[in-house]
């Protein structure tokens, strides 16, 4: 009887203190369950947007003749279908690569802000307004117009080409500028543009203006380092002269970020713009530049074009390069290898279909500019 009384009293004390871990366990499994579903719905929330609305073919076949057309026949509700084109297949590319779309219902978060390069977003507080320069892409006479908007110049002629960068540098304000609930703020609220342009053209035109003119203070700086990273250097041969082949083989090296600032003028535009994190209102294309410059000052910046404010011809650039000419984009690329011609593909593709161009046809002697 006694031992019957002391082996319960044992179990009756296992019991108790077997209890009191379970419910410490139970307290501390519960902790764990609840900050993994709180982790769980952290990534989820920031997983990519795969809602992606698809372009209809018959949409797609009508308006992306318009697309590039250089004509101005398009009116107000052609382009405005024309710019559904253009963010319809943004979102659709953004969403290949792994990246939500600017225009879907997720927002931007200020830890999404933290890995923005946003040093190339031009803003105008007083009119609530966003403009992201690519170089090569009309984007100096764009700095023109927001000088002359911003009252730091008087009329958009008034200010030599030399001097539109220093300018604007000192006057001008950047998105980077601002804290990061400033940016989301503007981000979510102000207008924004960008102007774009096909890839290849884009690097011609920065070559041939860059690189390819001796008086050019870029032949200085980068001929010795683009000629360093091409193996049939001779000796004899300038150090400063770059060939088209010798820079398209700088910029086929993937090991080569382009990060410099100056490099700005051969970066790919989806690293200068960040169209997959912002959702600008317009994308201007340079294929299309006067109607679109018209498009935007009668329905972005809502200020009539007048005899100081207005868009500048490229014609009134001193260097014009003629880059979109044919004949001068033939004579360039169809020197270059296959494989050179593969590796800037490779470089540049996002761009290309980020921004509905064709992707060019590659194998030579058909290499062609669509």
Known sequence: MISTLV?????????????????????????????????CILVYSNLPDKTV?????????????????????????????????????????????????????????????????????????????????????????????????????????????????????????????????????????????????DPFVRLLSAYRNKLERAASPFRRKFGPR????????????????????????????????????????WREMYRLCEPCSIGYDFIGKMESIDRDAQYVFDNVINVTENSKIYFMNSSANIHVTGSSDETIFDKYYHSLPDATIQGLLQRYKPDFRLFGYDVPVVSKPNYTKR
Request: charged content about 25%; overall charge positive; some cysteine.
């Open 53 to 197: 609305r698809k372009i209809p073919p018959g949409f797609k076949n009508v308006y992306a003749r318009y697309d590039l057309s250089k004509k101005n026949e398009c009116d107000y509700n052609c382009q405005t279908q024309v710019q559904q084109y253009r963010k319809d297949t943004l979102t659709e590319v953004c969403a290949e690569m792994g990246r939500h779309s600017p225009y879907g219902e997720k927002q931007l978060h200020a830890y999404d802000v933290m890995r923005l390069h946003l040093d190339h977003i031009y803003v105008i507080d007083s009119m609530q307004l966003m403009f992201c320069a690519i170089p090569k892409a009309g984007s100096s006479n764009w700095k023109r117009v927001i000088l002359a908007l911003t009252g730091a110049i008087d009329d958009v002629k008034s200010i030599h080409q030399y001097n539109i960068h220093n300018t604007i540098a000192a006057k001008g304000t950047l998105l980077s500028d601002y804290s990061f609930r400033d940016v989301l703020h503007r981000v979510r609220n102000y207008k924004k543009f960008v102007f774009v342009r």
């Open 7 to 39: 082996t319960w009293k044992m179990c009756v004390g296992l019991y108790n203190n077997n209890m009191k871990g379970a419910k410490k366990f139970t307290r501390k499994f519960g902790v764990f369950v609840m900050l993994n579903v709180f982790c």
């Open 226 to 265: 683009i000629k360093k990273t091409w193996l049939a250097k001779l000796r004899g041969i300038s150090r400063f002269n770059v060939s088209f082949t010798e820079f398209a083989d700088y910029l086929r090296n993937q090991r080569n970020t382009l990060m410099t600032g100056p490099e700005e003028h």
